[in-house]
Every structure is written in structure tokens, then in C-alpha cells.
């Protein structure tokens, strides 16, 4: 798999999208479970009516996700920035530098959003919180792909939290998927698109730090012409309770979503079962750094 990804790396973007689109319809025509996913939650999101219309190019663009990760992880670091081609509110990385108390991204799975933190990387240094995948050489090719100069990851736990931290004391950035599933304990039940979703609460605690919240996205552009990169100022700001921020941010991400619903991975298991848990201790981070 790892000599295959490295082959599939040297591919051009248009033709990785191609075999992507492919690859996605191939998935959701082969898995049942995949497809009912899918189909479940465009619909609670988006409606029977709209979830029709978006469905075949969510199908595809998923699976467009998946081989782009090739280039995105494998090609030098100026190579992949470089297909950023476009970038949309710059001027709120500026402001919240100058601001000095460091900046939270937040990427939803929306577009390429392998590339945001690699991007982003270019600029300044930026620690991104990342779960370790069970596969040891799947482990490898992440850490190989998304290790750079100013990039710097943090395992899913009270080390990598530390970490995190200790980035936005320094005046930096870091960066988290905030749509992704925690683990049992270290979530709350709260609602997404109107259902109740097992919810991070990471990114609720790290925004009540003091640190500037942009929620960031890179639109994947027809014809593999590369990425518009998105950056945004919250509609509301992001206060109150550690649930009643991170209730926010589910609202935050369902703006984004909605701004181009045919990019974001519908088949990703959002709402799992319900599990029996209390939240776990995490460092304090309610004080400004």
C-alpha cells in the first residue's frame, strides 16, 4: 500500500481527482453501509429534495478526498502549497497575529482539508491535533506526510493537549478537526443538524483560552485547477458554557458546510451510538495564556 501511495503521489491533481470520482462511486456502489450513511445524513442535513440533488457530486468528491492525500502528503512542501491557488480573509491570520494570543483553526471535513494545516504551515509554525490510526504503517505514511518544517502534530491525548496549549501561550497556531468523532468520555451529546451528535469539547475549551478562532476550509476546484483556501471569522462569537461553545461551533460548521455541501464527507459517521461515559480531565485552558 505504501509503494502504491508513493506511485499514486506522482500522479497529476486532475487525474487523481478523476480515479478519486471513480473510486467513490466504486465505494458507494459496493457498500450498503457506506451508503446508507451517507444518505442518512445528507437528508437530515440538507432535506430529501436537496440531499438528491447534492448526492451525486458528494459521491464523487469523496472520493476525491482520498487519493488527493497522495500529493497532498508526499509532494514537497512548496509543490503542495502551491496548488493553493486562491485564499479567501487573510487579513484575519494578520489581525489575530498582531493580536499575539494565538490562533485556533478550525477544519472541518470540508473540501481538501488535508491541506489547510500544510498550507498554513508555509506562514508560521501551527501544532495540529491528530488521532494515531490502529495500522502501524498507516501511522508511518501520516506522520512522514504531514510532518513539515513548521508543522507539528499532537496525539489525541493529555500529552498532545499540553502541546496544544503550549502553542497558543507562545502566541502560535494550532488547528483541529472539530467535526471528528471523540473518544468515549471526552465529548458531550449535542446537536448537528438538528440530531444529536457525540461532540469534541477540545475545541470549546481552546477557544475560551483567549485565542483568536478562524474557521478554515480549502474548496476543491474544478479540473484539479488546485484549491480556493477559505478563512473565516465565526458568525457568533464563541462564549459562554464549555456545551454552549461547542454547540456554537456545530452551528459554525453547518455554515460552512452549507456553503458547499457536495464537498463535505457525508459517509463519515458523525452520529454514532450513543455510549455511556463522563468526560475525562483535561488541562486547564479557561485563563487567557
Given amino acids: 500500500m505504501r509503494i ?12 487523481l481527482h478523476a480515479l478519486g470520482a471513480a473510486l467513490g462511486w466504486l465505494v458507494w456502489l459496493c457498500s450498503p453501509t457506506y451508503r446508507r450513511h451517507m444518505d442518512e445524513n445528507m437528508q437530515l ?32 512542501l512548496a509543490e503542495t502549497a502551491a496548488r493553493v491557488v486562491e485564499v479567501s480573509g487573510w487579513d484575519l491570520v494578520e489581525a489575530a497575529t498582531r493580536r499575539g494570543r494565538g490562533i485556533l483553526y478550525l477544519t472541518p471535513h470540508l473540501g481538501c482539508f488535508e491541506i489547510t494545516a500544510q498550507y498554513l504551515s508555509t506562514q508560521a509554525p501551527i501544532t495540529c491535533l491528530y488521532r494515531p490510526p490502529k495500522r502501524e504503517w498507516l501511522q508511518k505514511l501520516i506522520e512522514d506526510g504531514r510532518a513539515r518544517a513548521q508543522l507539528h502534530l499532537a496525539a489525541a491525548d493529555l500529552s498532545g493537549v499540553r502541546s496544544l496549549l503550549k502553542a497558543l ?16 468520555g471526552d465529548g458531550r451529546w449535542l446537536d448537528f443538524f438538528g440530531k444529536p451528535a457525540y461532540t469534541m469539547t477540545l475545541a470549546a475549551r481552546l477557544a475560551g483560552s ?19 483556501f477559505h478563512l473565516q471569522a465565526p458568525t457568533q462569537a ?52
Wanted: hydrophobic share 35%; proline share 8%.
Fill in 238 to 289: 464563541i462564549e459562554g458554557t464549555i456545551e454552549e461553545r461547542a454547540q456554537q461551533i456545530n452551528r459554525e460548521i453547518e455554515q460552512l458546510i452549507r456553503q458547499c455541501p457536495g464537498q463535505y464527507l457525508w459517509g463519515y459517521n458523525r452520529y454514532k451510538g450513543r455510549r455511556r461515559s463522563q468526560a475525562l480531565p483535561l488541562p486547564e485552558c479557561e485563563q487567557a495564556p
Fill in 210 to 228: 483567549g485565542a483568536t478562532v478562524v474557521m478554515v476550509w480549502a474548496e476543491r476546484l474544478p479540473g484539479g485547477a488546485g484549491y480556493h
Fill in 4 to 15: 502504491l501511495f508513493r506511485l499514486l503521489g506522482h500522479l497529476p491533481l486532475s487525474w
Fill in 45 to 76: 442535513a440538507l432535506g430529501e429534495e436537496e440531499a438528491r440533488r447534492v448526492r451525486p457530486v458528494a459521491i464523487g468528491e469523496a472520493g476525491k478526498t482520498g487519493l488527493e492525500l497522495t500529493r497532498v502528503w508526499l509532494r514537497p
Fill in 169 to 184: 501561550k507562545r502566541g502560535e497556531a494550532v488547528g483541529m478537526l472539530p467535526d471528528q468523532v471523540p473518544k468515549s
